[in-house]
């Protein structure tokens, strides 16, 4: 998970807002256009990051597909300390 988080944070473009996603979601599970009002993104960039952020197990989703609801993983869980590592150092 450590390789991944510095993949989807640092080594590609939009790492800053996938990381604002992650961080929308340690408060409360939202969906995509939930979370596009309250991080005053557009939809489909939204929609581009959270399919990134479940192909790689960042994030897993409840519900059908327009009201699909995403949460964090266990797995993220578990290293949450090295993502909050990767946003000090991308700071």
Same mark, same amino acid.
């Given at each position: 998970m450590e390789k991944v988080l510095w993949y989807l944070l640092v080594g590609t473009r939009?790492?800053? @807002?996938?990381? !604002? #996603? #992650? !961080?929308? =979601?340690? $408060?409360?599970?939202? @969906?995509? @256009?939930? =979370?596009? %009002?309250? =991080? %005053? =993104? %557009? +939809? @489909? $960039?939204?929609? +581009?990051?959270l399919n990134m952020l479940t192909e790689h197990d960042v994030l897993e989703t409840s519900g059908d597909e327009y009201g699909k609801v995403y949460f964090l993983t266990d797995e993220f869980e578990r290293h949450e300390e090295t993502f909050r590592d990767i946003l000090d150092r991308m700071e």
């Open positions: 939009g790492g800053g @807002n996938r990381a !604002r #996603i #992650i !961080r929308a =979601l340690e $408060t409360q599970p939202r @969906n995509a @256009n939930q =979370l596009a %009002d309250h =991080l %005053d =993104l %557009d +939809y @489909n $960039t939204v929609r +581009y990051h």
